[in-house]
């Protein structure tokens, strides 16, 4: 059974930090592609950054140079630190696991809310 089990999300003042986790199991998480999602009220999920199997990342330009995505392949965990956070990354962020196939797994999801 897989799962991807996601910590770290909480309630930050605007230019804050917070680190988020995600805990996978039940998959050969060296082999998957990782990546971190995000879905506002209203508003669709979007990607947030996505991590190879081979640590190759890439970034939604919003976060760009803010955002940093990580992978401990020894923990099956992949990490997002996240920086310079502002009010509109307020969202729900999900942990995904995606094969080459293209089938994918979802966490179930951490709040982080960025208000004053």
């Known amino acids: 059974q897989v799962q991807l089990v996601e910590s770290g999300g909480d309630l930050v003042q605007p230019g804050g930090s917070l680190k988020l986790s995600c805990a996978a199991s039940g998959i050969i998480f060296n082999a998957y592609a990782m990546g971190w999602y995000r879905q506002a009220p209203g508003k669709q999920r979007e990607m947030v950054a996505r991590i190879s199997s081979g640590g190759s990342t890439n970034y939604a330009d919003s976060v760009k140079g803010r955002f940093t995505i990580s992978r401990d392949n020894a923990k099956n965990t992949v990490y997002l630190q996240m920086n310079s956070l502002k009010p509109e990354d307020t969202a729900v962020y999900y942990c995904?696991?995606?094969?080459?196939?293209?089938?994918?797994?979802w966490g179930q999801g951490t709040q982080v809310t960025v208000s004053s």
């Open positions: 995904n696991a995606e094969w080459l196939t293209g089938k994918a797994y």
